[in-house]
């Protein structure tokens, strides 16, 4: 599959989990973390420099970046050097925005380990790292000049990696394909090689959105933050203790399509059919109690995709279709929270 993109364009790839590393640039510099490289590390023998953070959002900071660009440096990589991000979202948006900076600039390929990695962040060419004031408020649109997809490396991948990557999942049915939603209405999953077809068609609906809306000015790419805007703010709530990622978003699905319908964008009886969904699957769908709506809404006015504080969502118009909505009622949102 092939993503177009402002600078040219990039290949997404399959492989087997042996053939990850397969041809790669003779200069190429490998970013990984500490948990990949020991899981999988013997299964795919790399031999390149390798660099491996400790694994963690904690990871996407100033000083680690300064790290990995001094060891590219102390390594001789030049202009004509590759970053390969190897690893899940940290390790692509850190690596990347290593690779975005380095020079001014140099290549690099997203081999993704996990769920989430590899139908959401390789592929769309957002790269980021965090600061004490926020998550991503440092990053770049570096386009990867390739992705190879190994599902192999789902195999141990952790019940809350699944549970994040699997709430993307459902997420990309619920805004742009009933039938793939529909196939987690009644499947449970017993190898990792279900999930190739699921992987490849999700990743074929990020690049039809990234190629339309690459620098999300269109309101197109806002839409996959569809449930994020109610799951971020449920994390930051509980102070990132409480539901995971995956669970928070699965949960903020839940509740923005409960408010889609009280404002009637979308048929009644939505909200019901993905909880039930999200239950067959293990993951949550609703909030953990003692969460005060207020704060909730507070949170959210300071989300990215508030324009003067002025709420917007990404709400479904029907399972399958989404659209963003601006200046929902900030009434609206609280009566959603507070009633159900
Ligand atoms: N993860 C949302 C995006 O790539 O725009």
Redesign the pocket.
């Known amino acids: 599959m092939i993503v177009r993109h402002y600078r040219g364009s990039y290949e997404i790839e399959f492989c087997l989990t042996e053939g990850a590393f397969k041809e790669f640039p003779a200069d190429s510099f490998v970013i990984t973390d500490e948990n990949v490289a020991r899981l999988h590390g013997p299964a795919a023998p790399v031999s390149r420099p390798i660099f491996a953070v400790a694994p963690g959002e904690q990871s996407k900071s100033f000083q680690v970046v300064e790290r990995l660009v001094d060891w590219l440096a102390e390594s001789g990589a030049s202009r004509n050097s590759t970053v390969v991000a190897w690893g899940g979202g940290v390790i692509g948006d850190l690596a990347g925005l290593v690779a975005a900076v380095y020079m001014r600039g140099i290549e690099f390929v997203q081999i993704p380990t996990t769920l989430l990695a590899m139908v959401?962040?390789s592929v769309?060419g957002?790269v980021g790292i965090d600061t004490g004031k926020g998550k991503n408020l440092v990053g770049a649109f570096w386009p990867p000049s390739q992705v190879r997809v190994a599902v192999g490396f789902l195999d141990t991948l952790d019940p809350r990696d699944w549970k994040s990557g699997m709430a993307e999942v459902i997420k990309y049915g619920l805004i742009m394909d009933e039938a793939l939603f529909a196939q987690f209405e009644e499947m449970e999953w017993t190898s990792v090689e279900d999930w190739r077809p699921i992987v490849e068609r999700c990743i074929e609906l990020k690049r039809q959105v990234?190629e339309q809306d690459e620098f999300?000015t269109l309101g197109l790419?806002a839409t996959?933050?569809f449930g994020h805007t109610i799951g971020h703010a449920i994390e930051a709530a509980t102070n990132y203790a409480g539901p995971s990622h995956g669970e928070a978003v699965a949960i903020g699905m839940v509740i923005e399509t409960r408010l889609a319908e009280r404002l009637g964008f979308c048929p009644s009886g939505t909200a019901s059919r993905i909880a039930e969904c999200l239950a067959l699957q293990g993951l949550p769908y609703s909030a953990p109690p003692g969460l005060n709506p207020e704060s909730l809404v507070e949170i959210m006015q300071r989300d990215k995709k508030a324009t003067e504080r002025r709420l917007a969502f990404s709400l479904l118009t029907r399972v399958g279709e989404c659209k963003l909505f601006g200046g929902v009622p900030r009434e609206e949102v609280l009566a959603t929270l507070t009633n159900g």
Do not use: A
């Open positions: 959401d962040s769309g957002k990234v999300e790419r996959l933050n």
